[in-house]
């Protein structure tokens, strides 16, 4: 089973960009899609952003749209989300997941997905 690590968060100010990567244990299944998601204290967990790895299919939640940009290296197995002009509603610990199951399409849902990262803090001060 695939491992997830997450790296890259860290304190900045609003407006700031900051991106964050997770990598993955060994080759990637084409069938994968993998996603980002977030939890802020007291929140339930929401998703971010999604990508699909054969094709690089990627689909966003509105709230991030704008200002997020997900992408993968297939070479360095790892994936990324580009968090720009950042607010401090951002702030929160990130997940990265993947899934296999093709059978739901785009993932969207925590319980969609199988594996998870330990998570990374992002905090955005104002």
């Known amino acids: 089973q695939v491992q997830l690590v997450e790296s890259g968060g860290g304190l900045v100010q609003a407006g700031d960009s900051l991106r964050l990567s997770c990598g993955t244990s060994?080759?990637?299944?084409?069938?994968?899609?993998m996603g980002w998601f977030r939890q802020a204290p007291g929140k339930e967990r929401e998703f971010v952003a999604g990508?699909?790895?054969?094709?690089?299919?990627?689909y966003y939640a509105d709230s991030v749209k704008a200002r997020f940009t997900i992408s993968r290296d297939r070479n360095k197995k790892t994936m990324y989300l580009q968090m720009n002009s950042l607010k401090p509603e951002d702030t929160a610990v990130y997940y990265c997941?993947?899934?296999?199951?093709?059978?739901?399409?785009?993932?969207?849902?925590?319980?969609?997905?199988?594996?998870w990262g330990q998570g990374t803090q992002v905090t955005v001060s104002s």
């Open positions: 997941a993947a899934t296999s199951n093709s059978n739901i399409y785009p993932p969207r849902e925590s319980g969609d997905y199988v594996t």
């Open positions: 060994e080759r990637t299944s084409f069938d994968y899609s």
């Open positions: 990508i699909k790895w054969r094709n690089s299919n990627t």
